[in-house]
């Protein structure tokens, strides 16, 4: 068998230049294609849907366990932090700034006001509007209500940095941004330790 010499093989197809970083002439590189493909992928599965929500349950129901030793029920703490930050409001802006309808508020406030966290009074400048305004055992319930979301939120991030906490609370907000119809000013402003 004669050997094949140089002249004999195939010439080479030159090299393609290299784009520039970033410039890809146009077209979408496999990466960009994959990460589209994915972000379409998942915006119908219900993926996201059933996690958050299955985290959101368990956190509630965490909490819950911990409230239910100081006395309170689910959504009370929220009632309670509120006023604890702005005394004296009617039950229409606690029920907004709580995300929950007005009926359901007043049913939580009458039920607190039985349990001696809450009292309710005319307003002074508009005797036909109620406020609510914490007692001192409501005051006092603010002490195990932090403490019991600070177990639970230890419990919740076991196992990741400070790192992936706050970028984990960063996409939690955006999500809740592109969702929400409340102006982002409403909302209370998060502020996460920087420590890791």
Known sequence: MAKKDKADKAPKAPKPEKAAKGDTGGKLDRSEKKKGAKKKDLAGSGLLSASVTQVARAMRTRLSHGLS?????????????????????????????????????TRTIGRMEAQGFVTRHADDRDQRQTKVYLT???RNSLARIQAAMAECEREAIRG?????????????TAIEDNLS????????????????
């Open 136 to 138: 001192g055992e409501g």
């Open 181 to 196: 119809s409340r102006p982002q000013a409403v909302r209370e402003p998060v502020d996460l330790d920087e420590d890791d």
């Open 160 to 172: 990741l940095s400070g790192k992936e906490v706050r970028q984990l609370v960063k996409l939690l």
């Open 69 to 105: 030793q100081s006395g309170l029920y689910p959504g009370q703490d929220g009632v309670i932090q509120l006023l604890a930050a702005d005394d004296g409001m009617t039950p229409g802006a606690l029920a907004l700034r709580l995300g929950v309808k007005a009926p359901t508020m």
